[in-house]
């Protein structure tokens, strides 16, 4: 499949950028798990033009209606990897599918998610708590490892650390990655847990989860992949470092260091705000069209 312009993720920052980029007459994709913004299942109020309180999710809705009216597509789908190709990017998604686009958005909102329950904070940093499989799967080799959230990187991490540790649970109360995926890590043997966590249990180290059925999983480490591929992770993908805090900077036109690719929304730092997410949006939005467009020439 081929593209002007690809934004990755569908809160309000993405859909107000797929909304500017398509009134520009330029092939415009977002794709993003809408599920997955800050701004579903919220209430509202402090939007300008909104009297009382709205819903998040309606707008969001809205927001990718406005998208498609203006001929943009939409996409719910996480985003497993990028790719340069000479002046195009290849976008790879859960599906397997590749669009070829000629500028991006990085409209991702925070990354590294976290789950929220009692020994996550206790144990993070070495001592058995982890949000990136990639980067700390030598430190467990030979043991047994959970993997917790239920999208597209749970599912390819669960996968990938079979390589390395002797036993993988991926534990869930949904498993809503694509079925390539599921069925990807159902073949290597990868046991799936359909429950929560409610808590990470321990000494000096993790040595157990408790599930939402009662049951106490014996382990060595927690893999939490909540959501699809993190914004950090597919930035550097394509060469474009981070902030330490996993932000990535831009200018006024909301262009990264690495042509061709602009941000917008949470991604950029705070103020984490609707009002600001759609305002840095349109800029993106306007920005990327009119890059795809000279590429075009």
Not at 10 to 35: D, S
Not at 65 to 92: C, H, P, T, Y
Not at 141 to 153: F, N, P, R, T, Y
């Amino acid at each position: 499949m081929e593209s002007d312009v690809v934004i990755i993720g569908a809160g309000p920052a993405g859909l107000q950028a797929g909304i500017y980029a398509a009134r520009k007459k330029v092939r415009t994709v977002v794709v993003g798990r809408m599920n997955n913004s800050a701004a579903y299942g919220i209430s509202l109020e402090n939007y300008f033009g909104f009297q009382g309180v709205q819903s998040g999710t309606d707008l969001l809705r809205n927001g990718a209606e406005q998208v498609r009216s203006f001929g943009g597509e939409v996409i719910d789908m996480n985003v497993l990897s990028l790719a340069r190709d000479g002046s195009l990017f290849s976008v790879k998604l859960e599906n397997g599918e590749v669009i070829s686009a000629k500028s991006l958005i990085f409209a991702t909102g925070i990354s590294r998610k976290k789950l929220g329950v009692p020994g996550e904070t206790v144990f993070a940093n070495g001592k058995g708590v982890s949000y990136c499989a990639v980067c700390d799967c030598n430190f467990y080799k030979g043991k047994v490892v959970a993997l917790v959230g239920g999208q597209s990187e749970a599912a390819v991490s669960a996968e990938f650390m079979t390589r390395y540790a002797s036993k993988v649970y991926w534990i869930s109360p949904e498993f809503e990655a694509d079925k390539s995926l599921i069925d990807a890590a159902d073949r290597a043997s990868v046991e799936r847990i359909q429950a929560s966590v409610t808590s990470i249990n321990g000494d000096a180290k993790v040595t157990s989860v408790t599930l939402s059925d009662g049951r106490e999983v014996s382990l060595d480490g927690v893999f939490i992949e909540l959501g699809g591929k993190s914004s950090a992770d597919l930035a550097m993908d394509i060469d474009l470092m981070p902030e330490m805090d996993d932000t990535l900077k831009i200018d006024s036109s909301g262009a990264t260091s690495v042509p061709g690719v602009f941000a917008c929304g949470d991604i950029t730092g705070r103020p984490w705000q609707v009002a600001k997410a759609v305002g840095e949006g349109a800029v993106a939005g306007l920005s990327a069209a009119d890059y795809a467009k000279k590429v075009t020439e």
